[in-house]
C-alpha cells in the first residue's frame, strides 16, 4: 500500500502526476527507514533531516506525515521492512522552474531482506561535489548513485564508496563509512560532503557516550585503502563491516567489533531513540 496526498492505494494504482517536478527534474527530499515489527526506526531523527533537506531546496513539508506512515505500515504488516518518505515540489512545467500548486507526499512501505553477512565494497572514480548546492541534503537527483553502484555491483560488490573533489574520502552511494586505523575509529566529517546519516548519527552519540568516541576528521583515500577495518552505516544495514575492499580482505578490529555490538544493543533498546 502507498499513501499519495492523502489516499491510500495499493502500489500498483498509486499514482502521481505525470509532470509532477520530482519525476521531471528530482525536485524532491526524501527518507528511508528500517521497519522492525512493524514500526519505523528512528523515525523522529528521519523527519526532522527530512524537514533540513526541504529547506536546502526550498520545499515546505506537508503536514500528516506521522498519520501517513501509521496509515501504510498499519496495512503493510512487516516484520523487517523498508519505509520510504518522499516530498516532491509538486506539478511544475518543463522546466527548472516550479509551478504553484505546492508539494506533493508519498509515503510507501515493503518488505526488506537481510544483508549478507560478508558484503565487499569498491571505490569508483567520480566524485562527490562538497560545494553543491544540494551538498548534504537527501534529494531525489539519485542518478550517479544509480550510475556507480551499477559498478559496483558489475565487479561484485555491494557498495561503492566515492572521494569528493578534494580527493578525499567522503561516503558510499548509500552509506557513511568509518575506518578503523592505529586501533582507533574515524569518519569523514559534514564538511566532506557526506550526508548526514541518521545511523552514523546515532553511532557518534552512543560512542561518545559509552567512552569510545569517534574522531570526525579528513581522510584521504589513501586512508581507506590502508584501513585496518572499514565499516559502513546506514538505515537499513546499521553498522556493517566490509570484508573485502577492492579485492583487499579487511579484518574487524577490536574496535569495529565493538562498534557494531555498542549500535546493536543501543538500538534493540528504543525504537525512536
Request: glycine residues 10%; charged residues 20%.
Amino acid at each position: 500500500m502507498v499513501w499519495v496526498d492523502g489516499e491510500l492505494a495499493p502500489a500498483a494504482e498509486a499514482s502521481v502526476a505525470a509532470l509532477d517536478h520530482g519525476l521531471t527534474v528530482g525536485d524532491g527530499v526524501f527518507e528511508t527507514c528500517k521497519v522492525v515489527q512493524g514500526r519505523p526506526f528512528a523515525l523522529s531523527r528521519h523527519l526532522r533531516r527530512l524537514e533540513t533537506s526541504a529547506r536546502v531546496l526550498g520545499l515546505t513539508v506537508p503536514p500528516g506525515v506521522r498519520a501517513a506512515v501509521e496509515a501504510v505500515l498499519g496495512v503493510a504488516h512487516l516484520p523487517l521492512g523498508r519505509l520510504r518518505i518522499t516530498v516532491t515540489a509538486g506539478g511544475g512545467p518543463l522546466g527548472s522552474s516550479r509551478g504553484t500548486g505546492g508539494t506533493s507526499l508519498i509515503v510507501a512501505a515493503a518488505p526488506a531482506e537481510q544483508w549478507p553477512s560478508r558484503i565487499a565494497a569498491i571505490t569508483v572514480p567520480w566524485t562527490r561535489n562538497e560545494n553543491s548546492a544540494v551538498a548534504g541534503a537527501k534529494t531525489t537527483s539519485y542518478a550517479e548513485n544509480v550510475v556507480a553502484l551499477r559498478a559496483a555491483h558489475r565487479a561484485g560488490a555491494h557498495e561503492a564508496i566515492l572521494a569528493n573533489t578534494r580527493g578525499e574520502l567522503c561516503e558510499g552511494t548509500g552509506t557513511n563509512v568509518v575506518l578503523a586505523l592505529d586501533g582507533h575509529l574515524v569518519t569523514p566529517p559534514l564538511s566532506s560532503g557526506c550526508l548526514a546519516g541518521i545511523t552514523r548519527e546515532l553511532l557518534l552519540e552512543w560512542s561518545e557516550q559509552a567512552g569510545t568516541p569517534i574522531e570526525q576528521c579528513t581522510l584521504t583515500m589513501a586512508e581507506l585503502s590502508g584501513a585496518q577495518s572499514v565499516l559502513l552505516t546506514s538505515s537499513t544495514r546499521d553498522v556493517q563491516p566490509v570484508a573485502e575492499l577492492d579485492g583487499r580482505p579487511l579484518e574487524q578490529t577490536t574496535a569495529a567489533r565493538a562498534a557494531v555490538e555498542l549500535f546493536a544493543g543501543r538500538a534493540a533498546e528504543n525504537v525512536d531513540p
